[in-house]
C-alpha cells in the first residue's frame, strides 16, 4: 500500500510503501515430558519469505472460512471458563481458533477434536490415521475446509481446550507483517506430529530451555519473538501449571515492537 501526501505546490509526493498487515494465529503445542514439559517446534522452509530456516510453532494466516458460524455446530467451546478469552480475542474470536487448530493440522498433522461419542481424539486407530493423512493435503490444498472434513468424520474441534495466550504485531519494515493470535493447548498424547515437507521440513518435540540453549550455540534458529515467548514459557514447571495459569488469566498481552536500526 502506498501512502501519498501533496506538497507545497499541490504535487502529490510519494512517501512509503506500507506492508499490509494479515491476522494469523499459532497454536503453542504443549505435553508432560520427564520433569518438565516440552512443546511442538517446525522449522521453516528456507524459502519461506517470512521466518525462513527459523524454528517456530505450527500457525498461519487466518482464511475467510475460518469465520463461517458453521463451526459452531462442529465445535466444543468456548466454554466459560473462557469468556475473558473470548472477549480479549473481540467479535472474530471464532476465526482465530478455528484458524489455528487448522494451521495446526496442516503443518503439525496434530488434530485437535473431540470423535462423535464426545471422546478426546488420542488414540486415532490405523484407518482414521489413514485417512487424515489424506484429508490433511486436502485442506491444505482448500480442496476441502476443515468442517468439510469434521462432518465427514462426525469430529467437533476441541476449542474448549485451546486457550489464548498473547498477541504480537510485526514491526512495519519486515517483508510480511501479521497481527497473531497466540494460544497454547494440550497435545493429544498418542498424537506425535510431523512437519509437512513443504512449508515445514523439519519438527520436533523440545522442552524450552532446551530449545534457547541449542540457539544460543547456533544449532537452532529463532526469531527473536519465538526466543522471548520460550523464556516465558520456561517459566513453568510443567505443562499442567501452564495451561491452569492461562485458564485463569484475564488480562492480555498485545505486543507491539519497533525494528531498531544501527
Known amino acids: 500500500m502506498l501512502y501519498t501526501s501533496p506538497d507545497l505546490n499541490g504535487v502529490s509526493k510519494r512517501l512509503q510503501y506500507v506492508q499490509p498487515i494479515r491476522a494469523a494465529a499459532t497454536i503453542v503445542l504443549v505435553r508432560s515430558a520427564l520433569d518438565d514439559f516440552e512443546i511442538f517446534m517446525v522449522r521453516r522452509t528456507t524459502r519461506a519469505v517470512f521466518g525462513g530456516g527459523m524454528y517456530v510453532f505450527p500457525g498461519g494466516r487466518v482464511d475467510g472460512d475460518d469465520h463461517l458460524q458453521r463451526y459452531d455446530a462442529l465445535s466444543t467451546g468456548p466454554s466459560v471458563g473462557q469468556r475473558s478469552q473470548r472477549r480479549a480475542l473481540g467479535n472474530e474470536w471464532r476465526g482465530y481458533w478455528i484458524a489455528g487448530i487448522r494451521e495446526c493440522f496442516e503443518e503439525a498433522g496434530l488434530l485437535l477434536a473431540y470423535d462423535g461419542e464426545g471422546m478426546w481424539l488420542d488414540d486415532l486407530g490405523e484407518e ?11 485442506v491444505h490444498d482448500r480442496a476441502i475446509t476443515l468442517a468439510d472434513l469434521c462432518e465427514k468424520e462426525q469430529l467437533r474441534l476441541a476449542i474448549d481446550r485451546v486457550h489464548y495466550w498473547e498477541r504480537w504485531v510485526t514491526p512495519q519494515g519486515s517483508p510480511r507483517r501479521f497481527d497473531t493470535r497466540f494460544f497454547v493447548a494440550e497435545a493429544p498424547a498418542r498424537q506425535l506430529g510431523r512437519h509437512d515437507d513443504g512449508e515445514t521440513v523439519d519438527s520436533r518435540w523440545i522442552t524450552p530451555a532446551d530449545a534457547i540453549k541449542q540457539s544460543d550455540k547456533g544449532a537452532f534458529g529463532l526469531m527473536s519473538v519465538t526466543r522471548k515467548q520460550l523464556a516465558a514459557l520456561s517459566s513453568y ?12 488469566e484475564r488480562r492480555f498481552i498485545i505486543n507491539r515492537p519497533r525494528m531498531v536500526t544501527g
Open 128 to 138: 482414521l490415521k489413514r485417512r487424515l493423512a489424506g484429508y490433511r493435503q486436502q
Open 237 to 248: 514447571r510443567s505443562a499442567k501449571d501452564l495451561v491452569e495459569a492461562l485458564e485463569a
